[in-house]
């Protein structure tokens, strides 16, 4: 079965950091493509970050780029997004989403539960 | 960036009967268009992708068509277990969502 499980969120002050981690299981990891997703309170899902099956590509939304920084580690099954200069604006549940392995679609074909971050003082 | 628009909001039908929810972009995406399923708690699931592509295990209820910047998700007999926030996604330039359709129960 596959999973994914988000770790990391919680409570931050303004201007602070953050690393998420998001544990892979049920699939081999090192052939998907993955990406972080994220849900603001109220407000749709908005895409964050991509990243290649060998970190070879990388992608940012423009709302994180210099901020957010995408990693894995396929010898341990993880994906991570550290989160720098962090402002109420990023206060949302973060997703963690599997690629679908259809090449032709850039789909999302398994989503974690999601973990929360709150950027407050 | 490529705005879509889920209509209606909100959605009531009977179980058993034909539900059609829509879907439009701000400008073409060809088929590049995925629907998820989300229901309270759980992670969103994958419904349809290619815009009309059932995926993995999605019965044959679930439906989706159009191309360009019109689509459609048809569940043609409704269960239970279909009533969710459904939302639609396109992937044709990075990517964006929906706000999502309520279905719920009339």
């Known amino acids: 079965e596959v999973q994914l499980v988000e770790s990391g969120g919680g409570l931050v002050q303004p201007g602070g950091s953050l690393r998420l981690s998001c544990a892979a299981s049920g699939f081999t990891f090192s052939t998907y493509n993955m990406y972080w997703v994220r849900q603001a309170p109220g407000k749709g899902l908005e895409w964050v970050s991509y990243?290649?099956?060998?970190?070879?590509?990388?992608y940012y939304a423009d709302s994180v780029k210099g901020r957010f920084t995408i990693s894995r580690d396929n010898a341990k099954n993880s994906l991570y997004l550290q989160m720098n200069s962090l402002t109420a604006e990023d206060t949302a549940v973060y997703y963690c989403?599997?690629?679908?392995?259809?090449?032709?679609?850039?789909?999302?074909?398994?989503w974690g539960q999601g973990t929360l971050v709150t950027v407050s003082s | 960036e490529i705005v879509m628009t889920q209509s209606p909001a909100t959605l009531s039908v009977s179980p058993g009967e034909r539900a059609t929810l829509s879907c439009r972009a701000s400008?073409?995406?060809?088929?590049?268009l995925a629907w998820y399923q989300r229901k309270p708690g759980q992670a969103p699931r994958l419904l349809i992708y290619g815009a009309s592509t059932r995926a993995t295990g999605i019965p044959a209820r679930f439906s989706g068509g159009g191309s360009g910047t019109e689509f459609t998700l048809t569940i043609s007999s409704l269960q239970s277990e279909d009533f969710a926030l459904y939302y639609c996604q396109q992937y044709n330039n990075w990517y964006t969502f929906g706000q999502g359709t309520k279905l719920e129960i009339k």
């Open positions: 990243i290649s099956t060998s970190s070879s590509a990388i």
């Open positions: 400008q073409s995406v060809s088929s590049n």
């Open positions: 989403a599997r690629r679908i392995a259809d090449q032709t679609a850039k789909a999302f074909d398994y």
